[in-house]
């Protein structure tokens, strides 16, 4: 299965299949002479990556650093399985993430929280990483990876607390992880852009959103790359988008929270009042209701109610 992408001069994206969904997460291979991969999504998409790796002709030999942009399990819960078949690679992460991969015990009882009795299917096995294979980039560290291109790192809070950023310079573009949110595939090759903010617990913060989204403008960047999914050449078209949603989102579980149920009820309720929102925007754009696109909105409206009333909640408190 072909399962590689090239978007640019030496810079690779890797379909992980992550929840046997197609073009749900990417791993970046950065083919510099440091080879560097970015992302690694959660266990059972390592083998595609390795797949990836040999048919871009490389060995797992030849991998020196796995960036983790965030240490959710769908972007850094492979990466200490990817580890072990990668004997000369170091683990690049958020300081603020580095001892939840050491152990990765607290990691995996969020997940089961969220994910239930799907969390085995979906992530196992989750690999601590040893201390000395850990490597961590505080907010402007730089990583050079060949003679001509030196990573730059920054702190991005807003999806998460531990979510860093990586500049590439020589493409004058940002891998941003979630903090820009998702960007759909299946919309895009139908023609339209649609990109939506990620606000899944237990860190989402509107306004450090917003501040990281506005420091991503100020760089003037010509890319933005996902880690759902892909990239995109018009990154004021993500920021206004993904901006434009951040205050309903909150306000449609705000409206939730005030009802005074039980919280289960309360991301139930997020959940529809999100769906409703989304789906009247997009009948404004004639996508049809029976579209495969809201299988994975559905999907991912719950798991950012969870994020939004777990805001709010302690927003209120």
């Not at 149920?261 to 409703?276: A, F, K, W, Y």
Request: charged share 25%; aromatic share 10%.
């Amino acid at each position: 299965m072909k399962n590689v992408e090239k978007l640019l001069e030496s810079l690779y994206l890797i379909d992980g299949y992550d929840l046997n969904m197609k073009e749900r997460t990417g791993t970046y291979v950065l083919t510099e002479q440091e080879l560097t991969i970015i992302d690694t999504s959660a266990s059972p998409s390592v083998p595609y990556i390795m797949d990836g790796i040999k048919e871009l002709g490389y060995s797992p030999n030849d991998i020196k650093y796995i960036i983790v942009t965030h240490i959710h399990l769908d972007h850094a819960g492979g990466a200490g399985l990817l580890l072990q078949q990668c004997p000369n690679a170091k683990v690049v992460v958020h300081p603020k993430g580095k001892r939840h991969l050491a152990d990765p015990s607290k990691l995996i009882a969020g997940a089961k929280v969220v994910y239930g009795d799907k969390f085995k299917q979906l992530f196992d096995p989750i690999i601590p990483i040893p201390e000395e294979k850990l490597l961590t980039m505080n907010n402007e560290d730089i990583l050079t990876i060949g003679e001509e291109c030196s990573l730059t790192f920054y702190d991005t809070p807003g999806h998460a607390n531990h979510h860093f950023s990586i500049y590439h310079p020589k493409l004058n573009g940002m891998f941003t992880g979630d903090t820009t949110g998702i960007f759909y595939q299946d919309l895009f090759k139908e023609g339209l852009e649609f990109y939506l903010p990620s606000t899944t617990p237990s860190n989402f913060d509107p306004v450090k959103m917003k501040q990281s989204i506005r420091f991503y403008r100020s760089k003037n960047l010509n890319y933005i790359f996902f880690g759902h999914y892909g990239m995109s050449r018009n990154p004021e078209e993500v920021y206004r988008q993904v901006t434009t949603w951040i205050d309903p989102f909150v306000d449609v579980a705000m409206s939730a929270y005030e009802q005074e149920i039980s919280v289960n009820e309360m991301i139930n309720l997020t959940t529809e009042g999100l769906l409703d929102l989304i789906s009247r925007y997009l009948d404004k754009l004639t996508i049809p209701k029976n579209h495969k696109i809201y299988q994975i909105l559905k999907l991912d409206s719950e798991v950012c109610a969870m994020g939004l009333i777990d805001y709010v909640s302690k927003m209120k408190k």
